[in-house]
């Protein structure tokens, strides 16, 4: 019942788009302050993630496939980090600001609070966690006082008209 009325309610969608606002302002300023800011470089952060892993009671690493990740693939390639982290964040912020791919933006914006939780960083990410996941359950409804409600009839429109061709084709 709860997840219906989530899903598919007015009123629903107008506390939705309020959390979606809040959270997107906070993306996008996080984004933006990186992006104009002296210079973002995750090395130290990255280094730290690293050199001081998540660690259960019993003194053993928690995460250590993440630790094994951050150290072979992300210290690496911290340029690219450099530079997808505080788009990313924008990018994540401005979707979820204007109601656009609202859902694609939410799955984006939780797999970075996973990281960051994952490197050990708590922070506000329990909170944007949690609405995160209900902005991402309400699905459409999140998105309905903002872009999306053309955005995605106009996606599943093209969408359906490929499958379409797709298979006329392949008869």
């Known amino acids: 019942m709860f997840a219906k009325w989530l899903r598919e309610n007015n009123v629903a969608a ?3 788009t309020v959390i979606r606002v809040w959270l997107g302002y906070n993306w996008m300023s996080a984004g933006w302050g990186k992006l104009t800011g002296e ?6 952060f990255l280094t730290r993630a690293v050199e001081n892993p998540v660690k259960g009671p019993d003194g053993n690493m928690v995460y250590s496939w993440y630790v094994s990740f951050l150290d072979g693939f992300a210290l690496p390639n911290v340029e690219l980090f450099n530079f997808i982290v505080p788009l990313g964040e924008f990018l994540i912020g401005l979707g979820l600001i204007l ?5 694609a933006a939410m799955f984006f914006g939780l797999v970075m609070n996973f990281s960051f ?5 708590v922070s506000h990410n329990p909170t944007d966690i949690f609405f995160g996941f209900i902005i991402l359950f309400a699905g459409f409804n999140a998105g309905k006082y903002g872009l999306d409600r053309w955005v995605v009839p ?7 008209k490929k499958t379409n061709e797709a298979v006329n084709n392949a008869v």
Not at 99 to 103: F, K, V
Not at 117 to 121: E, K, M, N, S, V
């Open 39 to 44: 210079g973002f470089d995750a090395t130290g």
């Open 14 to 16: 107008g506390i939705l």
């Open 99 to 103: 109601g656009c791919l609202t859902t």
């Open 154 to 160: 106009f996606i599943r429109k093209i969408v359906l």
């Open 117 to 121: 939780f994952l490197a050990g960083t």
